[in-house]
T-cell receptor
Framework: GEDVEQSLFLSVREGDSSVINCTYTDSSSTYLYWYKQEPGAGLQLLTYIFSNMDMKQDQRLTVLLNKKDKHLSLRIADTQTGDSAIYFCAESNQGGKLIFGQGTELSVKP | NAGVTQTPKFQVLKTGQSMTLQCAQDMNHEYMSWYRQDPGMGLRLIHYSVGAGITDQGEVPNGYNVSRSTTEDFPLRLLSAAPSQTSVYFC?????????????FGPGTRLTVT
C-alpha cells in the first residue's frame, strides 16, 4: 500500500535554512503536499506540487521533487521562530484521499 | 463564515461509553473526512464522504460510524469507546475530493478514553 515517511525531528538556528525531507512509495501519486501544524491547531496547507514539476518556489518556501527516487523536500529559507511547528508531507491517491507522513517537528532556536 | 468547526474540543470517556464528535462546515464543500492523529503516526483516515448520503471507509474505520444526512454536518460516532481510541480527531473538508483541492482542517477534538 501507499506509505509516506519523514524523519521525526529537526532543529535549526534562527536565520538558517531548514530542509525537511519526505519519501513516498506510490508511483501513481499526482500531487504532493506540505502541511503545517502549529501547537493545538489543525493542519494548514503550505504548498503543493504536481508530479510533473521538479521545483516550486513560494517566497521563503522551495519544494523539490525527485520523482525517480520518490523524494520530496521542503526548504524554508531564513527560518524564524514562528516557523516552529510540525510539518506533514502528504500524497493524494484516487478520490483525493490524503496519505500523510508521520510529521517532522521543526524546532527553531534563537 | 466559520469554516470548519468541531465540538467538543476536549472529552474524557470511560471504556464502553459512547459519544458523537461533531463536525460542521459552512463552505458548501462536498467532501468531508475524519482523521485521527497519534504521536509518530501522522494522520490516518477513518471515514470520508463525497457528498450527502454517501460515506466510505478509510484506513482505520473499525470502532467508528459516520453518517452524512446534510452537506454541512459529518458526525463521527464511537459506539463503545476503547483506550486505543485515545487520540486527537480532525475533521477536514474540501470543495471536491479531487487531488488538487485544498483540504481545510478543523481545530481538532482531543479524546481520552480511560
Amino acid at each position: 500500500g501507499e506509505d509516506v515517511e519523514q524523519s521525526l525531528f529537526l532543529s535549526v538556528r534562527e536565520g538558517d535554512s531548514s530542509v525537511i525531507n519526505c519519501t513516498y512509495t506510490d508511483s501513481s501519486s499526482t500531487y504532493l503536499y506540505w502541511y503545517k501544524q502549529e501547537p493545538g491547531a489543525g493542519l494548514q496547507l503550505l504548498t503543493y506540487i504536481f508530479s510533473n514539476m521538479d521545483m516550486k518556489q513560494d517566497q521563503r518556501l522551495t519544494v523539490l521533487l525527485n520523482k525517480k527516487d520518490k523524494h520530496l523536500s521542503l526548504r524554508i529559507a531564513d527560518t524564524q521562530t514562528g516557523d516552529s511547528a510540525i510539518y506533514f508531507c502528504a500524497e493524494s491517491n484516487q478520490g483525493g484521499k490524503l496519505i500523510f507522513g508521520q510529521g517532522t517537528e521543526l524546532s527553531v532556536k534563537p | 463564515n466559520a469554516g470548519v468547526t468541531q465540538t467538543p474540543k476536549f472529552q474524557v470517556l470511560k471504556t464502553g461509553q459512547s459519544m458523537t464528535l461533531q463536525c460542521a462546515q459552512d463552505m458548501n464543500h462536498e467532501y468531508m473526512s475524519w482523521y485521527r492523529q497519534d504521536p509518530g503516526m501522522g494522520l490516518r483516515l477513518i471515514h470520508y464522504s463525497v457528498g450527502a448520503g454517501i460515506t466510505d471507509q478509510g484506513e482505520v474505520p473499525n470502532g467508528y460510524n459516520v453518517s452524512r444526512s446534510t452537506t454541512e454536518d459529518f458526525p463521527l460516532r464511537l459506539l463503545s469507546a476503547a483506550p486505543s481510541q485515545t487520540s486527537v480527531y480532525f475533521c477536514a473538508t474540501s470543495q471536491t475530493g479531487t487531488r488538487i483541492s485544498e483540504q481545510y482542517f478543523g481545530p481538532g477534538t482531543r479524546l481520552t478514553v480511560t
